[in-house]
């Protein structure tokens, strides 16, 4: 499976964006999307991960309330809404797949897409 991330941009404070990651190939329903950031200097952090069967989802602490995580079987695609977005959101947004919950959390996910660039002007 391919990953392709899109929607990256350059946003005021208060704005938002959203991020699609398209996915090459059938995806199973075990399995988990994740989307991750990475900005200068700073260690790529969890950001969001959703079950593709459930529609479960998890967020890391610094977006829950303010990005929302979603898919659509049809388009093969995942989503990250972002909303009341900060300077401290701007990085690097990648997007990742595997077939573990705990494994997409850690980091450690199968599949990664290309990053997308979210920057975040105050």
């Known amino acids: 499976v391919q990953l392709q991330a899109s929607g990256g941009g350059l946003v005021q404070a208060g704005g938002s964006l959203r991020l699609s990651c398209a996915a090459s190939g059938r995806i199973f329903s075990s399995a988990v999307m994740g989307w991750f950031r990475q900005a200068p200097g700073a260690d790529r952090e969890f950001v969001a991960l959703i079950r593709w069967g459930t529609g479960s989802t998890y967020y890391a602490d610094s977006v829950k309330g303010r990005f929302t995580i979603s898919r659509d079987k049809a388009e093969n695609t995942v989503f990250l809404q972002m909303n009341s977005l900060k300077p401290e959101d701007t990085a690097i947004y990648y997007c990742?797949?595997?077939?573990?919950?705990?494994?997409?959390?850690?980091?450690?996910?199968?599949?990664w897409g290309q990053g997308t660039q979210v920057t975040v002007s105050s």
């Open positions: 990742a797949k595997d077939s573990d919950w705990g494994t997409v959390v850690a980091g450690k996910a199968t599949n």
